[in-house]
């Protein structure tokens, strides 16, 4: 299933505004779990 994507294939496909704010989600959870010395 080929496909054209800036994400890797094991990422969900994110499209638009959305897109965006899921991915700034994401980046805040990761940066809260290193500060608080959880790995994901």
């Given at each position: 299933?080929?496909?054209?994507?800036?994400?890797?294939n094991?990422?969900?496909?994110?499209?638009?505004?959305?897109?965006?704010?899921?991915?700034?989600?994401?980046?805040?959870?990761?940066?809260?779990?290193?500060?608080?010395?959880?790995?994901?």
């Amino acid at each position: 299933m080929p496909g054209r994507t800036r994400v890797p294939n094991n990422l969900p496909k994110f499209t638009g505004k959305r897109g965006e704010d899921v991915r700034e989600w994401l980046f805040q959870i990761e940066n809260a779990c290193r500060i608080n010395s959880i790995l994901i």
